[in-house]
């Protein structure tokens, strides 16, 4: 308790020290101002207390006194701080002790002079810049004291002038202002004058579609209005002023209508200049839109309703998709014609006007707002249009259409869709699909009615084609030299005959084409070209050429005619009795080779790849028509021609034939099979066609009707020929190419092997083989001596090759064979001939070495002797026939393995070397004969 009371004790002394050393005393407030003495600081030493004293004595140190306010406690600086008892904390319990207290004084005591001290320095610094704020404020007063001075003089100037001035004056101000006035009434009633002409001014400027300055002029008329709109008169002037730009935007909106089916660079230039000053280019980039969605139903509805008119009346107008039913079938084209005209019209306006904007998109003169919506209008644009052609095409019947009439419906849609691809690809914008996909809105409406129209026109024309077949004369078709493809009007889409996507400047763009006239569906709309394939009465004669190298020579037939008459010199019969070839004055034919059911075939080649181009959904289907239609005449030439063809030769054959013609019958040709439980079931396309009466197969004049057979066989070869160099157009109009390869390589390539049949069948029944053979089984090859003539059979088949020789010439006259011909027709003579020799060889029972040789120079004989005849060198199936005859020199051992190596033998002419060769051992014979037939087995299948 008492260490309490000793504490607050202190502490009032201290206050009352502070008190005193801090505020100034009485002495010191009485000193003169112009000495500013620092507060705490007394000038009579004698009135000094003893801390004064001691404070006086401390010593000034710069550096002591740094450290000491570097040590100061931050909380001395706190002006809400009570220090006393911070300095009774620090004490402790020190606090009783006199000498702790007394040297927590001293320091204290020094701390608080170093402070002062440094105050005091402060005050002296700062006692210059006080003294200049002073005198400042001594000068800002003295001038307050002249501005009263001179408000109060102005204010008696004022005063003495009102007195002075008379009212006199004060009028002569009144009446300029008022004349000053009347000047700006005068201008205020001029501009009102001009704002009631307004209106006859507008009605010549939107008469003479000057659009940006009709806007102008409202635009500031309305502007001058709002400015003088305190008059009642402009007031009103004001209303009909805005009803007026109403108006006018009415006025440029049918403007911009008009654009969509006639655009005019020049007008709409105007127009987008008009909606600019309005700040409404994307509202008009909105309205343009709509109004060619809107003109392309109009314009559809007016041309169909147009057409209907014509032929019935109806008591109301019904709807777009009603009014397409209502269309008849005579007036179906012309409707659709003239309605792809129209619509191309609407096509071409738009694509004109999106690159009259595209030019403003390289100067960045147009928003991205209008940039985006124009590129997105060409899909638009081209959709509605699809979905117009589309309603009317859905509302008629196709299927009672006439080929021409149907083929030409798809000429207009495949244009149409060509104009349509062309607008869409146009598009800068990315992001876009294929164009096209674009079009498949309207191919694919069309894809089932084309497809049951086609599937019908297909069974017709191949019941067509067999009728044609079974009336065909195989008679040769007098074209020209030059025939192809091209010449017939129904490959004329090919560009060949008329090119109407060609530009005479060579421009394949549609819309640079018929830009500035014309439509791309006008040539479309002609009549087809006149065909000139057929040989004229004077140019018949050109079709016999004299001077050709294909056929025999004057100098060959003498030279023919002089080795017959040495023939026969040794037994042959005088060649006097032959039918004379060198006699005549007829030049063999030349040129092609072709019946009239071939064209007939071509002119559906191309019909059908007409339908393939313009209707791709659908190409494949046509595709297999044009197979069918190719493979059905090759059947049929092979079936007419080669139907006399012996068993034993049905080996020549070639693999690929076979197996074409095998595949033909099982897909094509109408025949019965055996369904399991469920019985006979039909199968296949068509029938079978019949061969015509008329045309005769027998007869030795006519080589066994061989210009019929060259006529059906070279007309195949023809066709296959026209399909090769078709083969790359009908490809790229499909998809999948793999089944164009695969008809190629396995049907059309084929067509050449039917000459090996057709050629055989016709010289086999030429030469009458049978007494040959006859004279052959007589002759006695058991010889004991070699001889050094020939046998006599040889002279009567080469007697027989100079008769067939003789007729081929004459034959020539009627249809051509050209010297690749002659060389098949002789490979397949020698090849009977060879045959021969085998087959006489064979019957013989004994043969000696001597007979072989007998044998060997009957074949060389006949051989020098048809080089010379034939032209053929080497000639053909010499081996064949050599091979045999070497074969009876082969040991038993060794013959079963010739045999297996020489399957070109028929089994009567294996056996027959067997039999002889192997005469004695009857275990031998009996495992090659056993081998034989197993070969033979194999063969056949």
């Known amino acids: 308790m008492d260490r309490l009371d000793f504490k607050g004790k202190l502490k009032t002394f201290i206050s009352d020290s502070k008190q005193k050393l801090l505020s100034p005393s009485d002495e010191v407030s009485s000193q003169p101002s112009s000495l500013i003495v620092p507060p705490g600081c007394l000038a009579d030493r004698t009135l000094w207390s003893d801390s004064d004293r001691e404070v006086s004595q401390l010593a000034s140190d710069p550096i002591k006194e740094g450290e000491v306010l570097a040590s100061l406690n931050e909380k001395y600086f706190n002006e809400d701080w009570d220090p006393s008892s911070f300095c009774l904390e620090q004490l402790g319990d020190k606090v009783g002790e006199l000498d702790t207290i007394d040297q927590s004084r001293k320091e204290l005591m020094g701390q608080l002079t170093t402070v002062s001290r440094r105050v005091f320095s402060l005050i002296l610094e700062r006692q210059s810049d006080c003294s200049s704020q002073l005198e400042h404020i001594v000068e800002v007063q003295e001038q307050l004291g002249e501005g009263l001075m001179t408000c109060t003089q102005g204010r008696e100037g004022l005063g003495r002038a009102q007195r002075q001035f008379v009212n006199c004056s004060l009028g002569i101000l009144a009446r300029v202002r008022r004349r000053q006035q009347a000047g700006v009434l005068l201008d205020h009633l001029a501009t009102i004058r001009t704002l009631s002409r307004t209106q006859t001014r507008l009605e010549e400027l939107t008469r003479e579609e000057e659009w940006p300055a009709a806007i102008s002029l409202l635009l500031e008329c309305i502007k001058v209005s709002s400015t003088y709109k305190h008059f009642t008169a402009i007031a009103q002037l004001s209303t009909k002023l805005v009803d007026t730009l109403v108006m006018t935007e009415e006025l440029l909106d049918t403007a911009l209508a008009k654009q969509c089916t006639n655009f005019q660079p020049a007008s709409y230039a105007k127009l987008q200049d008009a909606y600019l000053l309005l700040g409404k280019t994307q ?281 017959n008459r040495d023939t026969g010199r040794t037994g042959l019969t005088p060649l006097a009795r032959l039918p004379s070839v060198s006699t005549t004055t007829t030049s063999p034919l030349s040129g092609l080779t072709v019946s009239n059911t071939a064209i007939m075939v071509l002119r559906l080649v191309g019909r059908y790849s007409h339908m393939m181009k313009v209707l791709t959904p659908i190409a494949e289907e046509v595709w297999r028509g044009i197979c069918q239609l190719f493979e059905f005449y090759l059947y049929t030439v092979n079936m007419f021609f080669s139907r006399d063809l012996l068993d034993t030769d049905q080996n020549v054959y070639s693999a690929r034939l076979r197996d074409t013609l095998t595949n033909i019958y099982s897909t094509v040709v109408l025949h019965e099979v055996r369904d399991g439980e469920q019985g006979v079931r039909l199968i296949g396309c068509v029938r079978e066609a019949t061969l015509s009466p008329g045309v005769q197969l027998e007869g030795g004049d006519s080589l066994h009707g061989l210009p019929a057979r060259v006529v059906g066989v070279e007309s195949a070869v023809f066709l296959a020929t026209q399909l090769n160099t078709l083969r790359h157009h009908l490809a790229s109009l499909l998809d999948n190419t793999q089944a164009v390869d695969m008809f190629y390589t396995n049907t059309v390539s084929a067509a050449v092997d039917l000459r090996t049949p057709v050629y ?103 051989v020098i002797k048809l080089e010379k005849l034939s032209g053929l060198k080497p000639v053909p199936y010499q081996l064949f026939v050599s091979n045999y005859i070497k074969a009876y020199y082969i040991p038993e051992a060794d013959l079963g393995q010739w045999v297996e190596e020489h399957q070109e033998y028929s089994a009567p002419q294996l056996r027959a070397l067997v039999a002889a060769t192997a005469y004695n051992n009857n275990k031998t014979k009996q495992k090659l004969n056993s081998l034989i037939n197993d070969l033979s087995d194999r063969i056949r299948r």
């Open 283 to 563: 509202t008009a980039t909105d309205q343009l839109l709509m109004h060619f969605t809107t003109a392309t139903h109009n314009t559809s509805w007016q041309v169909v309703y147009g057409h209907v008119c014509l032929m019935q009346d109806l008591p109301r107008p019904p709807p777009y998709p009603d009014l397409c039913r209502e269309v008849q079938q005579e007036s179906f084209l012309p409707c659709l014609t003239d309605l792809v005209r129209a619509l191309w019209g609407i096509m071409l306006s738009y694509h004109n006007l999106v690159q009259w904007h595209r030019v403003r998109w390289e100067e960045e003169e147009d928003t991205e707002y209008t940039r985006n919506k124009l590129e997105a209008g060409l899909g638009r644009i081209w959709q509605d249009v699809q979905s117009k052609v589309k309603q009317f095409v859905l509302g008629s019947d196709l299927s009672t259409f006439s080929i021409e009439s149907f083929l030409h419906f798809l000429d207009l849609l495949h244009r149409l869709i060509m104009v349509g691809q062309e607008l869409t690809s146009s598009s800068t914008m990315g992001g876009q699909e294929p164009s096209i996909t674009s079009s498949a809105l309207l191919q694919d409406s069309l894809v089932q009615q084309c497809l049951n129209y086609f599937s019908s026109y297909h069974t017709s024309r191949l019941e067509e084609l067999a009728t044609h077949l079974d009336n065909e004369g195989w008679t040769l078709c007098p074209v020209k030299h030059t025939f192809s493809y091209p010449l017939l009007a129904e490959f004329s889409h090919l560009n060949t005959l008329r090119s109407p996507s060609k530009s005479m400047n060579g421009s394949t763009s549609l819309f640079q084409q018929f830009g500035s006239s014309g439509t791309p569906f006008d040539f479309l709309c002609q009549e087809s070209l006149e065909e000139d394939i057929l040989l004229e009465g004077g140019e018949y004669s050109a079709y016999q050429d004299s001077d050709s190298e294909d056929d025999l020579s004057e100098e060959q037939k003498q030279e023919l005619v002089e080795e």
């Open 760 to 862: 055989l069948a016709a010289v086999y029944h030429s030469l009458n083989i049978d007494p040959l053979l006859m004279q052959m089984s007589k002759v006695s090859w058991d010889l004991r001596d070699v001889v050094s003539q020939h046998s006599p059979y040889v002279d009567q088949l080469l007697h027989q090759l100079q008769v067939f020789s003789s007729r081929m010439v004459k034959l020539g006259l009627v249809v051509p064979i050209p010297s690749h011909l002659q060389q098949v027709l002789w490979e397949e003579a020698t090849r009977v001939a060879s045959n021969m020799f085998v087959d006489g060889f064979s019957s013989a029972r004994k043969c000696t070495n001597e007979g072989r040789a007998l044998m060997q120079l009957d074949y060389r004989q006949f």
